[in-house]
């Protein structure tokens, strides 16, 4: 689409129910990792997951001459809805990353806005002030990510350091790595880290690091969206303070409704089933999405 080649992943929905759901991953993920995810949506209605250029082995904007920008990312994401949906109504489900997208597609595009009935952020934000990054710190990582999103060191980081070895060492020394891999057993924690280098090496390297320095300056609370949201936050999530999520997503959107999924990282980790992605969609949440839209 749009000359950029990508995969997307559709399960029609069960008898009983009607809803289409539409969900848009985030950073550091290809649609093998949100399988479970995608299984427990299933229960609902018909679920649709793409790619987003860059991301899970699609093309990169670059490949077109465009910046991977969180506004070309909405443009994008609205001519895949234009083109999927036509004049169905969905729900749009955005983790992380992949809320921030949906948030600022909804707000360029306010008449594809009038065709969803209900958005759900699983771990999204739409503020840069929702890191609990001091501001010094933030600005120190703004440098970081500018410099590591230009060609020739996206070039040596993804030859020289998206590798298995120092991918290994940097979750094994890394606080979030040890959160992330606690009391895994031997064999479960290779098979992730496995699972961990294909997800750094299927991304693209530039794209990863500049839609990260662009995150770290976000504002979409400069125009509101008229529709409800669940918000469902990890209970131990390292990156983002709840309490400022809440207020700045209120601001955006018409509704707000939260539900706390128990997780000891920002996500469930990268290898979980069904059962273990369960977690990911609280009861108070599985309740509202069983009611026909």
């Given at each position: 689409m749009n000359g950029l080649s990508g995969r997307m992943l559709h399960m029609p929905a069960p008898k009983r129910y009607k809803r289409e759901i539409l969900v848009i991953y985030g950073h550091h993920a290809?649609?093998?990792?949100?399988?479970g995810l995608i299984e427990n949506l299933n229960d609902f209605g018909?679920?649709?997951?793409?790619?987003?250029?860059?991301?899970?082995?699609?093309?990169?904007?670059?490949k077109i001459g465009k910046k991977p920008t969180i506004?070309?990312?909405?443009?994008?994401?609205?001519?895949?809805?234009?083109?999927?949906?036509?004049?169905r109504r969905l729900t749009i489900i955005g983790i992380s990353f992949?809320?921030?997208?949906?948030?600022?597609?909804?707000?360029?595009?306010?008449?594809?806005?009038?065709?969803v009935d209900l958005v759900v952020s699983i771990v999204g934000f739409t503020h840069c002030e929702d890191f609990t990054f001091k501001p010094r710190n933030r600005r120190i990582y703004g440098r970081i990510t500018k410099l590591f999103s230009t060609r020739p060191v996206s070039f040596v980081i993804r030859y020289a350091a998206l590798n298995r070895f120092v991918i290994n060492q940097g979750y094994l020394r890394l606080p979030a790595g040890r959160r992330r891999f606690l009391d895994m057993d031997p064999e479960t924690f290779k098979s992730?880290?496995?699972?961990?280098?294909?997800?750094?090496?299927?991304?693209?390297?530039?794209?990863?690091?500049?839609?990260t320095n662009e995150f770290l300056k976000l504002d979409n609370c400069?125009?509101?969206v008229g529709l409800p949201l669940w918000h469902v936050a990890s209970s131990h999530d390292p990156y983002f303070d709840i309490h400022t999520v809440e207020q700045h997503m209120r601001i955006v959107f018409g509704e707000y409704h939260q539900a706390i999924m128990n997780s000891k990282a920002h996500t469930p980790h990268i290898l979980g089933d069904k059962k273990?992605?369960?977690?990911?969609?609280?009861?108070?949440?599985?309740?509202?999405?069983?009611?026909q839209p």
């Amino acid at each position: 689409m749009n000359g950029l080649s990508g995969r997307m992943l559709h399960m029609p929905a069960p008898k009983r129910y009607k809803r289409e759901i539409l969900v848009i991953y985030g950073h550091h993920a290809l649609i093998e990792r949100w399988w479970g995810l995608i299984e427990n949506l299933n229960d609902f209605g018909a679920v649709t997951m793409p790619d987003l250029p860059g991301f899970g082995s699609m093309d990169a904007f670059q490949k077109i001459g465009k910046k991977p920008t969180i506004d070309n990312f909405a443009d994008y994401l609205a001519s895949f809805i234009k083109l999927r949906y036509k004049k169905r109504r969905l729900t749009i489900i955005g983790i992380s990353f992949g809320f921030v997208v949906a948030t600022r597609m909804l707000q360029r595009y306010p008449e594809l806005a009038k065709k969803v009935d209900l958005v759900v952020s699983i771990v999204g934000f739409t503020h840069c002030e929702d890191f609990t990054f001091k501001p010094r710190n933030r600005r120190i990582y703004g440098r970081i990510t500018k410099l590591f999103s230009t060609r020739p060191v996206s070039f040596v980081i993804r030859y020289a350091a998206l590798n298995r070895f120092v991918i290994n060492q940097g979750y094994l020394r890394l606080p979030a790595g040890r959160r992330r891999f606690l009391d895994m057993d031997p064999e479960t924690f290779k098979s992730m880290i496995d699972f961990d280098v294909e997800l750094w090496q299927r991304n693209d390297v530039r794209t990863h690091w500049a839609t990260t320095n662009e995150f770290l300056k976000l504002d979409n609370c400069t125009s509101q969206v008229g529709l409800p949201l669940w918000h469902v936050a990890s209970s131990h999530d390292p990156y983002f303070d709840i309490h400022t999520v809440e207020q700045h997503m209120r601001i955006v959107f018409g509704e707000y409704h939260q539900a706390i999924m128990n997780s000891k990282a920002h996500t469930p980790h990268i290898l979980g089933d069904k059962k273990e992605l369960a977690v990911m969609i609280p009861t108070a949440l599985r309740r509202e999405l069983r009611k026909q839209p």
